[in-house]
């Protein structure tokens, strides 16, 4: 900045300002300053900066989870809020391997994130000790929340989710509803089977034998999965998919048995990602706002950032009913 104050015969400050924008300088002045910068080749420095406000403008996210498009439709949210605010986002993939994700985290934190989003589950969740470490830590839990009490948390109410997809079914007249479970250590899939099972004892009626085939939230599970419930001596006539991942895996393995969803069996999904929508028949889903989950996941970091002393947030997303062709 002092050779660009130099070159253009103004005083560094007034440099400051033309880069800053942050106070009136004479078009005439501005013009001068911005040809030295350009013939300098002059850009801010990012780290230079950060030392002297103690902010870099970025957030970390850690993501542990999978193939499911889901993670990445509510990364697209969280990006596009970053910009939209002036934040940059330093994105790190664990793939379910948790010495990765402890060394991402300790590389997020050296880079000095203002914040941290996180998005993990139970098998491969943040050790509780990191808040100990950096007790100044501004961080938002997503979609699971294992410190509540500790930490912002936003999460889906799955438990409702799942009881208004069966209760849906009921509705349309099936009675043997069977049900594709998420990993059963996993606090979001045991709300979706409660959930699952109270609207099914509401209704008094009964889950028989083998209806709760066990899935983990992937694609391949799903086929595995209904390809069970194909093989029981009484088939259902509807099955509540606890992801859209699996409902895919359902579909493909009617389609290997010469079915059709909506036509032989009723299929339910959960989340509603982009390609629900796309299925042969399109598949009737419960929504998860998931742009607004990474909206608001931005949103209360920033909020936790201006207001370190208030008591954590623990914020719950209502889910909704979106009605298509596989029931």
């Not at 605010?85 to 379910?96: A, F, K, R």
């Not at 509540?240 to 048995?257: E, V």
Request: include cysteine; proline fraction near 4%.
């Amino acid at each position: 900045m002092k050779d660009i104050a130099k070159l253009a015969k103004v005083s560094t400050s007034t440099v400051s300002h033309v880069i800053n924008n942050d106070r009136y300088v004479s078009p005439a002045v501005r013009e001068k300053v911005e040809q030295a910068i350009a013939q300098l080749n002059y850009t801010p420095c990012a780290i230079a900066r950060s030392l002297k406000s103690n902010k870099t403008y970025t957030i970390g996210m850690l993501v542990t989870s999978s193939n499911n498009p889901f993670y990445s439709e509510v990364v697209q949210g969280v990006e596009r809020s970053c910009y939209e605010l002036g934040y940059n986002l330093i994105l790190c993939h664990t793939e379910g391997d948790h010495q990765r994700m402890l060394d991402n985290i300790e590389h997020l934190l050296q880079k000095r994130v203002d914040g941290l989003l996180v998005m993990c589950t139970e098998t491969h969740s943040i050790p509780q000790q990191i808040f100990a470490r950096y007790p100044k830590l501004a961080m938002v839990m997503m979609d699971w929340t294992p410190f509540s009490g500790i930490c912002d948390t936003i999460q889906d109410n799955s438990f409702y989710g799942a009881t208004l997809a069966t209760e849906f079914l009921i509705s349309k007249q099936y009675q043997r509803i069977a049900c594709i479970t998420g990993p059963l250590n996993n606090t979001q899939a045991q709300s979706r089977l409660q959930g699952y099972r109270k609207a099914m004892h509401d209704a008094n009626l009964a889950v028989l034998a083998g209806y709760e085939a066990q899935g983990d939230f992937q694609f391949a599970s799903g086929i595995v999965a209904m390809q069970s419930l194909l093989d029981l001596a009484t088939r259902p006539q509807a099955v509540f998919c606890c992801n859209d991942a699996m409902a895919i895996g359902a579909y493909q393995t009617l389609y290997r048995n010469g079915l059709v969803a909506g036509k032989d069996i009723a299929i339910i999904g959960y989340d509603d990602i982009e390609i629900a929508q796309y299925m042969t028949p399109p598949l009737t889903t419960i929504h998860q706002p998931k742009e607004e989950l990474g909206q608001l996941a931005v949103e209360t970091l920033l909020n936790r950032l201006h207001n370190p002393t208030e008591l954590p947030h623990k914020l719950t997303l209502t889910p909704t009913l979106i009605l298509r062709s596989s029931v």
